[in-house]
């Protein structure tokens, strides 16, 4: 079966396979509906999860006996850390989060971050490298990670910074949006181009080409 990137909780996962990654989403929690992404390198067999939401009976399945060397938390919201005690004390994964939101998240979780990361740091699964990119507004410490495929289009892994149709909640408050908004466009879109595909932390997934034409409107909305 291809890719779309279309889960839904209690359905089935889908893989996507690139020359030196796989990447798994899984969808978790009727309510939030929450995604979550296994990243497998291809040479080393080593797994990174993005966000252990949710379920961590399902998350566990996912990993399987090949263990888990490393859970990424996108940001300090409740419905994206749910499952992080659960699937560390399994797998004894090391953490990583953004650098403003790794404290809120310890005191949440009850569990500690390991490695709190920056714009422009780097995180590894196996032989392939993620880059961090801040994406402040959503939350301060809100981080995107980047995998720049050597053998194909870049991949994007957002939280609930990007969106197909616009950029994530910021409650109405001004200058948060105008933070992620330029975070977005100036991070995001000015560098990367249309054919990068994004994987955001709830729905369908998106292309920047599919979504560069309508930032200025999300900036004129307000949202």
């Known amino acids: 079966m291809s890719y779309t990137g279309a889960v839904k909780p209690g359905g089935p996962a889908e893989a996507r396979e690139l ?25 080393t067999g080593e797994q990174l999860l993005i966000d252990a939401a949710d379920e961590p009976r399902v998350l566990l399945d996912l990993v399987g006996a090949d263990g888990l060397a490393t859970v990424v938390t996108t940001h300090r919201h409740w419905d994206h850390h749910r499952a992080l005690a659960e699937v560390v004390a399994a797998t004894g994964a090391v953490t990583i989060a953004g650098e403003r939101d790794a404290a809120a998240i310890e005191d949440a979780t ?17 032989e392939c490298t ?20 050597p053998a194909g289009t870049p991949h994007l892994f957002t939280g609930d910074s990007l969106f197909p149709g616009g950029v994530g909640n910021t409650q109405n408050n001004a200058g948060r949006f105008e933070q992620l908004i330029n975070d977005v466009d100036e991070r995001v879109f000015q ?29 004129e909305r307000g949202w």
């Open 130 to 149: 993620l880059q961090v990119i801040a994406l402040r507004g959503h939350t301060p410490g809100s981080i995107a990670l980047l995998y720049s495929d």
């Open 191 to 219: 560098r990367l181009g249309d054919d990068t595909w994004f994987y955001p932390g709830h729905g369908d997934d998106s292309t920047l080409g599919a979504e560069r034409p309508h930032l200025a409107e999300w900036r």
């Open 110 to 126: 009850g569990v500690g971050i390991d490695r709190a990361v920056g714009q422009g740091d780097t995180v590894t699964v196996g």
């Open 19 to 43: 020359a030196e990654l796989r990447i798994t989403k899984v969808a978790v929690d009727p309510t939030m509906s929450n995604n979550c992404y296994l990243l497998r390198c291809q040479q």
